[in-house]
């Protein structure tokens, strides 16, 4: 099997040539629960040459729903290297690498990235990867879902800190708002790595009102 075959699709899209510069591209994801597992899905198969998955927790039954990557024997494996392996099952052309850790002994690494991709669950560490991700002068794509809502930015030049730090407890997540989301941060990192057009330090909020409709709003973002 050669890379124009299993890329047929993507190459009828943007060219061989384009296809081929995502060879050279190396993101990370930071984390690899229900986001994570969806952007690793939607991006581990698309070309980008390089890809780390950052983790220090272990799949459980209760979370298994939204994350889609994982099976029931895959219960107490650590996250990341348990992605790893199937995104590496499903694509040969990519090298996954999966870093067991908190994300304050990874960014200690001093490793580059085109992209990074945020894929936590709280606010202090997407705070941290986005003075990390400025230290570095790195893009990157912040993500999170709640119930039947989610929210996605990709972060240049605003500031991240106009976020509230709280001990606001999400009340449950529906599975597919994770995927939907994931995906939405997914066409975003790709377009970018692809040299497309992408609006950047706007916030998008998705939602479901009372009647069920799928609301999108967009909110301009203050810069740091």
């Known amino acids: 099997m050669t890379q124009e075959a299993y890329f047929k699709r993507q190459i009828e899209l943007w060219g ?8 050279k591209k190396k993101i990370a994801i930071i984390g690899s629960g229900g986001l994570g597992c969806t952007l690793a899905m939607a991006l581990g198969t ?32 650590n ?10 099952a499903k694509n040969p052309f990519v090298c996954m690498t999966a870093f067991d850790m908190p994300f304050d002994d990874f960014k200690e690494m001093g490793n580059s990235y085109d992209l990074i991709l945020d894929a936590t669950d709280n606010l202090p560490v997407r705070g941290e990867i986005d003075k990390y991700a400025k230290a570095t002068k790195t893009p990157w794509i912040y993500a999170s879902v709640e119930e039947f809502n989610g929210q996605v930015c990709f972060f240049e030049e605003a500031n991240f800190q106009v976020f509230n730090i709280s001990d606001h407890k999400p009340g449950g997540i529906a599975a597919p708002i994770v995927m939907h ?5 997914a066409n975003l990192a790709l377009r970018y790595l692809t040299g497309l057009t992408v609006t950047k330090d706007k916030l998008y ?3 479901f009102n009372e009647e069920g409709e799928l609301i999108s709003q967009k909110f301009g973002m203050p810069k740091a």
């Not at 996250?79 to 590496?88: D, T």
């Open 205 to 207: 909020y998705l939602y």
């Open 181 to 185: 989301i994931g995906s939405l941060q």
């Open 16 to 23: 061989e040539a384009t296809q081929k510069s995502l060879q």
């Open 46 to 77: 698309s070309g980008i040459g390089e890809i780390h998955m950052v983790d220090f927790d272990t799949v459980s039954y209760h979370n298994i729903h939204r994350q889609i990557a994982f099976t029931l024997e895959d219960e107490g494996k």
């Open 79 to 88: 996250k990341a290297k348990a992605v790893c392996s199937l995104i590496e």
